[in-house]
């Protein structure tokens, strides 16, 4: 699969589009990247545990880091290319505490400025989730995790951005 867009500062193995690494190795080195940045599913209140790995593995696939400009794609990529759908994604953020205090972390207005600013890959974003063969399920089967990101990603139609 050929993409038109590259991810602007592809720094690990996993941001690669065509990476070798499975699903389970790809968010072990994301996790190992951002130790002090991202909380593991296990280290968190049982009730924010599937959002937070659904987001996580969004990440992932979609070879997005943990700046705010990846942490708005990883949002714009979750509406536009999985499905989850735009009032369950909204009703996780809105509802779980632990999202809840990262937005209040943020701030509101940063939010949207970051946004804003991230306004043109995320119009790429949109026009690859059309050319996807199909969504990304954001409640994977298990058997995915050993699946390689570039064999998932031809699949599914997916190109790093």
Known sequence: MLCAVQHPHP??????????LTLLEG???YYVANKDVVV?????PLESVALFRSHDMCHVIFGLGTTLDDEAMADARTLFSCDVGWRRYWSYLT???QAKALFQELGY???FDVTLRAMPR??????EARRMNKRWPWNPPESYL???LAGLREE?????M
């Open 122 to 127: 995320i119009l790429c974003a949109f026009r």
């Open 109 to 111: 207005l940063k939010g």
């Open 156 to 160: 599914f139609g997916i190109c790093v």
């Open 11 to 20: 720094s690990l193995a996993y941001q690669q589009q065509d990476t070798g």
């Open 146 to 148: 050993g699946r390689s």
């Open 27 to 29: 968010l072990e080195e």
């Open 40 to 44: 593991r599913p296990a280290d968190l």
């Open 95 to 97: 509802q779980d505490k």
